[in-house]
Nanobody, 125 residues
Framework: QVQLVESGGGLVQAGGSLRLSCAAS????????MGWFRQAPGKEREFVAA????????RYADSVKGRFTISRDNTKETVYLQMNSLKPEDTAVYYC??????????????????WGQGTQVTVSS
């Protein structure tokens, strides 16, 4: 079992930056592929970014490409999401997720076995 705890959310003005962190504990973090998803009120949970266990593969939603960067530190068992040039439409609860198929970078929720509790990101205009 893997436990995931997100942090780093908050209120920021449009154009600002935030860095989300997701600390993992439990089984071997370095073998897991990690993803970030978000869910705005009244909307479906959507893919944001994902990274393979080796860091060799990453994927991003078109809406965040060039603005967000996913990274991971396997020694600290933590995955990060650096969010720059934030827009009001980025407002959502952001969730960290893990899948033990470490080589993939899945863009749908199905492959992910473990989820954090979420952290709120609010971008004001």
């Amino acid at each position: 079992q893997v436990q995931l705890v997100e942090s780093g959310g908050g209120l920021v003005q449009a154009g600002g930056s935030l860095r989300l962190s997701c600390a993992a504990s439990g089984r071997t973090f370095s073998t897991y592929s990690m993803g970030w998803f978000r869910q705005a009120p009244g909307k479906e949970r959507e893919f944001v970014a994902a990274i393979s266990w080796s860091r060799r593969s990453t994927r991003y939603a078109d809406s965040v490409k060039g603005r967000f960067t996913i990274s991971r530190d396997n020694t600290k068992e933590t995955v990060y999401l650096q969010m720059n040039s934030l827009k009001p439409e980025d407002t959502a609860v952001y969730y960290c997720a893990a899948t033990n198929v470490g080589s993939i970078v899945a863009v749908t929720t199905g492959p992910y076995d473990h989820w954090g509790q979420g952290t709120q990101v609010t971008v004001s205009s």
